[in-house]
């Protein structure tokens, strides 16, 4: 179906001077362009991303060091905080890389369920995540899906992409076959 031929006119315009509008399907609507991306690419990123946040969140780290042993220079009198440790670096890294997780999950789980009804159960949230939320991250759905009907659900991926590549510690007793 064509879109109607509208004309605008600007108030005070004469009468041959108007401007066709043109009609765009909302973007929902419109066909999206499919986004391709290497799988070893995205995990590299993730590696990068993993390498820059420890580096920058040591730079930090440093630099409060220093600016309280300038303090402590300074004015040996006042109460100055301790300085940060290896551990307080740790978790100062954990910390922004979680932030950004659910920065990032959240932002995808709003762009997958805008077009959806609200759900509250929490049975039809864990299936969202099997489904359709696994699907987009891993391009697969979840292997399997238990509950206890009691709010414990186990999900089981038995090819998850993440850990593929890693050798179990030789302290794990892992069943095989």
Not at 1 to 15: E, I, L, R, T, W
Not at 83 to 101: C, I, N, P
Not at 105 to 120: I, S
């Amino acid at each position: 179906m064509a879109a109607p031929n509208v004309s605008y006119a600007a108030p005070g315009a004469a009468q041959g001077g108007a401007v066709p509008v043109l009609h765009a399907p909302p973007p929902s609507l419109a066909p999206r362009a499919p986004h391709m991306i290497d799988r070893s690419i995205a995990t590299l990123l993730q590696v990068e991303m993993t390498r820059t946040l420890q580096a920058s969140t040591l730079y930090t780290t440093r630099k409060a060091n220093e600016m309280v042993e300038q303090l402590r220079h300074d004015d040996p009198s006042s109460r100055v905080p301790p300085l940060l440790t290896a551990a307080d670096e740790t978790d100062m890294a954990k910390s922004r890389m979680e932030s950004l997780g659910a920065h990032l999950g959240g932002g995808l789980a709003e762009r997958l369920t805008q077009d959806r009804a609200r759900v509250h159960d929490a049975l039809d949230m864990v299936k969202f995540v099997c489904k359709d939320l696994w699907a987009v991250m891993w391009q697969k759905q979840v292997d399997n899906l238990r509950t206890n009907h009691r709010g414990v659900f186990v999900l089981q991926d038995n090819a998850f992409r993440p850990l593929l590549g890693l050798e179990p510690g030789s302290f794990l007793l892992l069943p095989r076959g």
